[in-house]
């Protein structure tokens, strides 16, 4: 197994190939029950015991993988019109994604850890204390800004989902096409994290494998949520799970002020 374990990442022990696989199979499940979250229980879980780099290399391909399988759930014309109803948001994202990309081998680990787990902290209070935040009719300047912001987290971190489902949510956006609508936006943006950070250098020979061998426990956990999804209660669920995100994201703070 230690053979094994060398071939995928240098440095990686096979218990901790086994907490990967536990951490990407929680937050596939997490994001079959509620549209979201995996990226950030990835770069959350992985990044307790693997170094914040390799730990954003691992949840890109698994974050490519479900985000289109959820996109392409009821069909790739939904899927198409989800598209081009953001598409305002999903351009200025990709933008920014690109351009923050960059900076990930400038800034020091406690900058990442607090720039990650600052919005998420954020994000998961706001829905905690019940505020609301509803945009009846988006401006152009509005969904650029917005867009702007969850591509400048992304690209730094791997994770653009509370930006993005805050949006969402302040547009009232129905159930159904709320999930398939991060599907898709995810999605595109999953697709430009993969070029951003080959460009970068976290994306080569040496954590390509771990990246793909996260796939599998990852996609199993999106199974095993959609039938959670039909079972348990939505609302008890999310709540449940935005507990978990605070803990996480809480702990990310925590090494960014103190590790």
């Keep these: 197994m230690e053979h094994f374990t ?7 022990s096979s218990f901790d190939l086994y907490l990967a696989f536990a951490v990407a199979l929680l937050a596939g499940t997490v994001k079959g029950v509620v549209g979201f979250a995996l990226p950030m229980i990835l770069v959350s879980g992985l990044s307790l015991f693997l170094a914040p780099e390799l730990a954003l290399a691992g949840l890109i391909l698994p974050t490519l993988v479900t985000n289109w399988m959820q996109a392409l759930r009821q069909g790739l014309g939904a899927a198409f019109a989800s598209l ?54 988006p401006t152009r300047l509005v969904e ?19 930006p993005t489902v805050a949006y969402l949510t302040a547009l009232e956006t129905e159930k159904s096409e709320q999930v398939r609508v991060q599907g898709v936006i995810y999605g595109m943006g999953a697709i430009a994290l993969l070029f951003a950070h080959i460009g970068s250098g976290v994306v080569r020979a040496e954590t390509l494998p771990f990246s793909i061998v996260l796939i599998a426990p990852a996609v199993c956990g999106m199974w095993i949520g959609g039938r959670l999804h039909d079972r348990v209660d939505q609302k008890m669920f999310r709540r449940a799970t935005l507990i978990v995100l605070l803990l996480a994201g809480a702990n990310l703070l925590r090494r960014g002020f103190f590790v």
């Design 6 to 12: 060398s071939l995928i990442s240098p440095g990686i």
């Design 84 to 137: 081009k109803r953001f598409k305002v948001f999903l351009l200025t994202g990709l933008v920014f994604l690109l351009l923050s990309a960059q900076l990930v081998r400038i800034l020091s680990q406690q900058v990442m850890f607090l720039m990650i787990g600052g919005p998420v902290v954020l994000f998961v209070l706001l829905q905690l204390l019940g505020i609301p935040l509803r945009i009846a009719k």
């Design 144 to 162: 650029m800004a917005i867009g702007g912001f969850a591509g400048f987290i992304g690209g730094v971190s791997g994770v653009w989902g509370p």
